[in-house]
């Protein structure tokens, strides 16, 4: 691990994020994302959903102001690794204030890829202070701080030239993170003036959860939204999509039925999943019937059969929150943590501590039946009860060996990794 310090050369990431997204979009594969979360996306987390698959790693949401008057926020709330694996990591701060975001953008410069203004929280508290979600309705000023952020970081020699400064070791984003309004023009005003220019644009991509402030988290996500948003701006700059990803056998997109058409989609899934299923109330069936029954089947089956890629939707890639908690393998195509994974989070934890009860509480989800269709759970309610009863590491380690042992047959390795 390690604090803030100037040892600026030594620790700049290898590689910009519009590289990582580009060469994403090359292999025509979706880019995967771990979403910032409140205590949970810290590093020992952050290294173990990179090793299954995770392209991109978000910090917690850290406090601008506060990060840049308070050193032990800044010990707290920002931890790197500087001799073990470091992800790509993009530092999400809550800011209202141009100037807090760009001091404490250049205080993160050296040590990360990137930093993303959060435009989404929905928490009372954060919306009280005009933080996170209360932000979609400032879009001018969340346009300045984002112009602040580039100018002195580039002022400090930091490269943010967009796709120009993709192979320079200096180069670094600006991103933002929204919601949406009940009235998607608003959020098409707040895209324009934050995004501005197609061809000189502010940032480098945005990530889109597809819910109001108001929309709780039980409610699906609102994908005619979605698409009204993508179709508009994937062409101008990478759009992440952030919300409802639990399952990678059942994403919550629509593809079209060819990677140059954008009209009849159909929802799609995997090849070992795939049917075609049409929304009746936006479908109706005299749109796809034809004048024989073997062109409809034939129409169905070829649409079947496409997959959804960067080339058949207008999303560069998903971000996951509660899909990782549960299952940090989502992104590897696991349909449900594996308990390889739990041993990785806790050999990384052993470098890089966390508090005892927020390793119970990774570790309780991790054994959990999960978000996606697999609801198999590791460990039974039962077992995932005793998790309170845990005073220190040790004992939670070998318990995790006996159940590992217990139920895989095989002989957990935590203690001797350790």
Not at 317 to 326: C, E, N, T, Y
Request: aromatic letters at 6%; glycine letters at 6%.
């Amino acid at each position: 691990m390690g604090s803030l310090s100037r040892d600026e050369d030594a620790l700049i990431p290898p590689s910009h994020p519009l590289k990582i997204f580009d060469a994403a979009r090359r292999e025509d594969r979706f880019l995967y994302a771990c979403a910032p979360m409140v205590r949970y996306s810290k590093l020992a987390f952050r290294q173990t959903v990179h090793k299954y698959g995770v392209d991109l790693c978000w910090t917690p949401m850290i406090l601008a102001k506060e990060f840049n008057r308070n050193q032990f926020a800044r010990d707290s709330d920002f931890t790197i690794s500087t001799t073990g694996i470091q992800p790509p990591t993009i530092v999400q701060f809550g800011a209202n204030v141009p100037l807090e975001l760009a001091r404490a953008s250049t205080l993160v410069a050296p040590y990360v890829s990137g930093v993303d203004l959060n435009c989404g929280c929905p928490q009372s508290w954060a919306c009280a202070e005009t933080l996170g979600a209360a932000l979609m309705n400032k879009r001018e000023l969340v346009r300045d701080m984002v112009v602040e952020t580039r100018q002195h970081l580039a002022r400090d020699g930091w490269a943010v030239g967009l796709e120009k400064d993709v192979d320079s070791p200096r180069g670094r984003s600006v991103s933002v993170k929204i919601r949406v309004h009940d009235d998607l023009r608003r959020t098409m005003d707040f895209l324009d003036t934050v995004i501005g220019h197609p061809q000189n644009r502010l940032v480098d991509w945005i990530t889109i959860h597809p819910r109001t402030r108001h929309t709780p988290s039980t409610t699906p996500i609102r994908t005619e939204a979605l698409e009204i948003l993508t179709e508009k701006y994937s062409r101008t700059l990478p759009i992440l999509l952030s919300g409802d990803v639990f399952d990678l056998a059942a994403l919550p997109i629509r593809a079209t039925s060819s990677p140059t058409s954008s009209s009849s989609p159909s929802t799609i899934v995997p090849p070992d999943l795939a049917t075609l299923t049409l929304k009746e109330e936006n479908h109706p069936t005299s749109t796809f019937t034809s004048d024989t029954d073997t062109d409809t089947d034939t129409a169905a089956a070829e649409a079947a059969k496409v997959l959804p890629k960067p080339s058949n939707t207008n999303l560069a890639g998903f971000m996951s929150a509660r899909g990782l908690l549960a299952n940090p393998a989502l992104f590897a195509g696991h349909p449900r943590c594996p308990w390889e994974a739990v041993e990785t989070f806790m050999c990384n934890v052993a470098r890089c501590p966390l508090p005892l009860k927020l390793v119970v509480h990774h570790v309780q989800e991790m054994c959990g039946p999960g978000m996606g269709d697999d609801k198999t759970a590791l460990l039974n309610k039962k077992e995932r009860a005793s998790f309170v009863d845990f005073t220190n590491m040790a004992d939670l380690i070998d318990f995790l060996d006996e159940k590992i042992e217990e139920h895989t047959g095989q002989k957990g390795g935590m203690r001797r990794d350790l």
